[in-house]
Structures are given as structure tokens and as C-alpha cells.
């Protein structure tokens, strides 16, 4: 019985670890980038602008939230656009609706003007290390009431999550297996002890 | 018989992952809260505790912006990092924010008169695990800014510590996983698998 558990944790912990290892390398670079925003990406973004004709959407200031994202969205398929939505502004001085959209490695920020129904955008396609920045903070705390309103930033949350508590579960299946053995006893208790005690120790000088 | 990198390899899988275990832990589930904002126990912004104090201080002796705020914040027992812009005006008045997980602080100063009003704000303990999350000093935005405290720089090496860390897990994993010939259609399925998800997001294709 014992021999077939650790068989399967074994098992489990190298293919959900192969699974998740682009993942986990996707999240591990995008902290030392943007820990580190002076290195050099290589990438300068690529800006344009162009303007298309679309109807707009008559009572959209009026609506709040999700409601207002929704139909936006009408909007950005009319201009042939994509992405999650930000906070959407209008300005009621001359009737212009902002509608700022992004997705990994780009960002547009759509203005139109309603009684015209000129949308002008413009465009930012912002490079392939920037796209690991987007996926590393996005969802994240900030937009709660319309954060998730594009179906990819919704399975993206799911994968964000599943990341974070997979790479739990193979940590926890890892000390199993390291525990089972017993050539590695001695020194992995002392990493494990040097390891709590120095985030134990750090957390307690920062916030203490 | 393993080879010697494969034995390697092994070695630093293990003590890479048994020293990171407990700070890979913190960032997974913080990560999680920041991502659900909506969950009940992430709601610590409104729970916030909010003080207010007056106080007095010496003449500091620096004389740049950043000089000044630390030595009012050594006199004023505040702790933390200097963020955003430091303000002041000809009349002698001098505001700057210092932040350190946990405790968001807004100094209002008077150089002339001696006089500071030090407005605190408090959050619990899942707010303090949000912003250790990202407290790392630096914004994207301005790649000029470094951390101004010594503690964030030791806290941001320790993040840069840990994405070294699970490199090096994936890349010993993947070499174990490889050396060994009796598992590895399974685990090319898996990987490959992984890689095309992955692509998929990063290119935006979905």
C-alpha cells in the first residue's frame, strides 16, 4: 500500500510538474522583470492609429459596470478589436466615449464620438516580454466589478489559480517523496528549518 | 547508475525545493488573493484602521528631498519605504508617503515650524499579505526608482531568489524526467501539453 502511494505521488508530482513547468517559468521570469524594470527588453513597442466608421451604442454612458463593458464590446467587434476592457470614460462636453482594451502584448485605447460615430484608435502592440508582465498581473485585485469580462482573461484567471495551487500540491507531494527517502533526511530538515526561519525572520523585520 | 549531473541535478531539485517551500507557499496563495478581490477575507481595505498624530522634530539635516523624508522618518519612529513624490512648498510645508506591508503612512510636515501630521493607516493580516506580493520598490513606469530601504531591497532579492529557485526546479526536473528512459512518453504528452496552453495565452491567439 505504502509503495503504491508513492509510486502515484511520484507519478503525479513529475507530470503535473512537466505540466505546469512552462507556467511556472512564465511566472518566475516575469518576477525578475518586473523587479528589475531597467533591463533592457529590446522590444521598443510599435505604436499606429486609424480611425473607422461604427454605430454607437445610444444610453452606454448611462449604464455602470459589466452592463457598460457589455456593450462596448459591440463597439470594439464593429472596429475589429478584442481584448479585456478597462474603465470606460465619456466625457459629456462632447459626447466621447474612451474605451481603453488590452491583451497579452497589446493595448488600444478606442475613442468615439457619439454623435458622429467616428472611433478613432490607437494602438500599442507592446512585445513579447511585456505580454509575460500582462499574464503575471492580470487578473489581479484592481477593477473587481469588471475584471474577467473577456472570455481568454477568464480562463486565464482559472490557469493563474490552478498555477498557484498546483505548484502547492507538488510541493507537498515533493516533501513527501523527499521524506521517504532517507539519504537526504538530515540536510533537507536543515533547509527546510533555514528556509522558514529566514522568511519567519524577514516578514518580522519588514512588518513588525 | 545515475550520472553525475543527473545526481546533481537531483540534489539541487530537493534542497531548492525544501529551502523555498515555505516562501513559495506565501507567494502562491497571496497571488490567489490578489487575483479573487471579491472574496470575503480579501476585503481588508474597508476593515482599515485609520490614526492621526502630531508631532515634533528636530531640523533635518539632509538636504535632498529623500535625505529629508528619512530623517524625519527616523525621528517620527516611522519604518518603511519613501513611494511616490515627495512635495513641498515655499512656506516650509513638506508631505511625503512611506509604506511597508501593512502600514500605508502620510507625513505632512512643517520644516519651519518643527511640526508633523502623521495620518496612519492600518490593514489586517490578508491585507499585509497582498502587499508583500509586490513590495518590491520598484515601478514600472519609472525604471530610475530603487528601493529606498534597505529591508525592501533584501525583500526583492529574496523574490528574485525564488524565481532563480523555480528555474532551477523546472530546468532539474525536466533533466531528471529525461534521463530517465521508462517514463518519458507520458511526460512529453504532459509538458507538450503545458507548452501549447501557455503559447496560446502569451500569443494571444485564444
Not at chain 1, 509510486?7 to 507556467?23: E, K
Not at chain 1, 473587481?144 to 498555477?163: F, Q
Not at chain 2, 502630531?54 to 533635518?60: A, D, G, I, Q, V
Amino acid at each position: 500500500m505504502r509503495k503504491r502511494i508513492y509510486i502515484l505521488a511520484g507519478d503525479l508530482h513529475r507530470h503535473i510538474g512537466l505540466f505546469l513547468s512552462p507556467f511556472v517559468l512564465l511566472f518566475a521570469v516575469s518576477v525578475i522583470l518586473l523587479n528589475h524594470p531597467g533591463i533592457p527588453l529590446g522590444t521598443p513597442a510599435e505604436s499606429q492609429a486609424r480611425s473607422v466608421q461604427v454605430h454607437s451604442i445610444p444610453g452606454l454612458e448611462k449604464l455602470e459596470g459589466m452592463a457598460r463593458v457589455q456593450h462596448a464590446r459591440q463597439i470594439l467587434r464593429q472596429a475589429g478589436l478584442s481584448g479585456e476592457i478597462g474603465p470606460i470614460g465619456y466625457s459629456s462636453r462632447d459626447g466621447r466615449l474612451t474605451i481603453p482594451v488590452s491583451r497579452p502584448g497589446y493595448e488600444a485605447v478606442v475613442e468615439v464620438t457619439a454623435p458622429t460615430g467616428l472611433a478613432s484608435i490607437r494602438e500599442r502592440k507592446t512585445g513579447f516580454w511585456d505580454s509575460l508582465i500582462y499574464l503575471h498581473k492580470m487578473p489581479g485585485p484592481h477593477l473587481a466589478n469588471i475584471r474577467g469580462n473577456w472570455l481568454v482573461m477568464r480562463v486565464w484567471a482559472w490557469s493563474a489559480d490552478g498555477t498557484a495551487w498546483l505548484a502547492i500540491f507538488l510541493s507537498v507531494s515533493g516533501v513527501y517523496l523527499w521524506a521517504v527517502l532517507r539519504s537526504e533526511r538530515h540536510v533537507g530538515v536543515f533547509l527546510i528549518l533555514a528556509g522558514a526561519i529566514s522568511l519567519v525572520g524577514s516578514l518580522y523585520a519588514i512588518c513588525g | 547508475m545515475p550520472s553525475a549531473v543527473e545526481a546533481w541535478s537531483r540534489k539541487l531539485h530537493i534542497y531548492f525545493g525544501l529551502y523555498f517551500l515555505f516562501f513559495l507557499w506565501l507567494f502562491c496563495l497571496s497571488g490567489v488573493l490578489l487575483n479573487h478581490p471579491k472574496w470575503r477575507i480579501t476585503q481588508f481595505w474597508p476593515e482599515r484602521e485609520l490614526s492621526t498624530s502630531e508631532l515634533r522634530f528636530s531640523p533635518p539635516r539632509d538636504r535632498d528631498d529623500l535625505g529629508v523624508a528619512k530623517d524625519l522618518m527616523d525621528q517620527l519612529r516611522i519604518r518603511g519605504e519613501v513611494t511616490g513624490s515627495i512635495t513641498h512648498s515655499p512656506s516650509g510645508g513638506f508631505d511625503f508617503r512611506a509604506v511597508r506591508p501593512g502600514d500605508i503612512y502620510e507625513v505632512h510636515a512643517d520644516l519651519v515650524k518643527g511640526e508633523a501630521t502623521v495620518s496612519r493607516i492600518h490593514v489586517n493580516g490578508w491585507g499585509v499579505l497582498s502587499m508583500i506580493h509586490s513590495f518590491s520598490g520598484v515601478r514600472r513606469i519609472d525604471p530610475t526608482l530603487r528601493p529606498n530601504w534597505w529591508l525592501t531591497g533584501m525583500w526583492r532579492f529574496s523574490m528574485d531568489a525564488l524565481a532563480a529557485a523555480l528555474a532551477v526546479l523546472v530546468l532539474s526536473g525536466i533533466y531528471i524526467w529525461y534521463s530517465r528512459a521508462q517514463s518519458r512518453s507520458g511526460g512529453m504528452i504532459a509538458l507538450a501539453l503545458g507548452i501549447l496552453a501557455l503559447a496560446g495565452f502569451v500569443a494571444g491567439l485564444f
